[in-house]
């Protein structure tokens, strides 16, 4: 994943990058922390699992230390994109890969489409407002913030998007 950002980045210029992963990998918070402090990248968010901070529990500082702790949240997610913003690219990366170095047999999907990078962006702008900063945040705010969400979708209406009719029906 962090080669497509290096990738996507020469071609968009400078941009504002948000990435959602289950977990993420030193060399490649690294990576970012270079993309960084060359302007390669204007601004940086993170969205991981809450289960990271349990499975890396010595990680927490180091991530607060290149991302800051205002730029990264926690939630209940498996989901797996990047987000580019950059001139007028708007680039959205759906993946089945981790933003960490594990050689497998991985998917991608990469679109410099407005519409659907701004489907992605409603959802991490909406779980940045209703969930607190940082990784050292009690799982009981984390979890409420979750419950929180609806992700721009107004449950009684339904939601159109791109010409599709989705009805949704949320149980909780």
Do not use: C
Not at 105 to 125: R, S
Not at 163 to 168: K, P, Y
């Amino acid at each position: 994943m962090l080669d497509m950002l290096a990738a996507v980045l020469e071609q968009t210029g400078p941009a504002d990058v948000m990435v959602s992963t289950w977990t993420q990998g030193k060399a490649e918070m690294e990576g970012v922390a270079g993309l960084l402090r060359t302007h390669k990248i204007t601004r940086f968010r993170l969205l991981v699992d809450r289960s990271f901070v349990t499975r890396h529990p010595g990680y927490v500082k180091h991530i607060h230390a290149i991302a800051g702790p205002e730029s990264v949240r926690q939630t209940k997610t498996h989901a797996k994109f990047a987000l580019i913003a950059g001139g007028d690219y708007r680039i959205t990366i759906r993946t089945s890969m981790n933003f960490n170095h594990n050689p497998r047999l991985e998917q991608f999907d990469l679109d410099d489409d407005p519409t659907i990078y701004d489907f992605f962006a409603a959802a991490v702008d909406e779980i940045f407002q209703v969930v607190p900063a940082g990784l050292d945040v009690a799982n009981s705010k984390i979890e409420s913030g979750f419950e929180a969400i609806r992700f721009g979708v107004d449950v009684a209406q339904g939601f159109d998007y791109t010409g599709f009719r989705f009805n949704v029906d949320i149980q909780r």
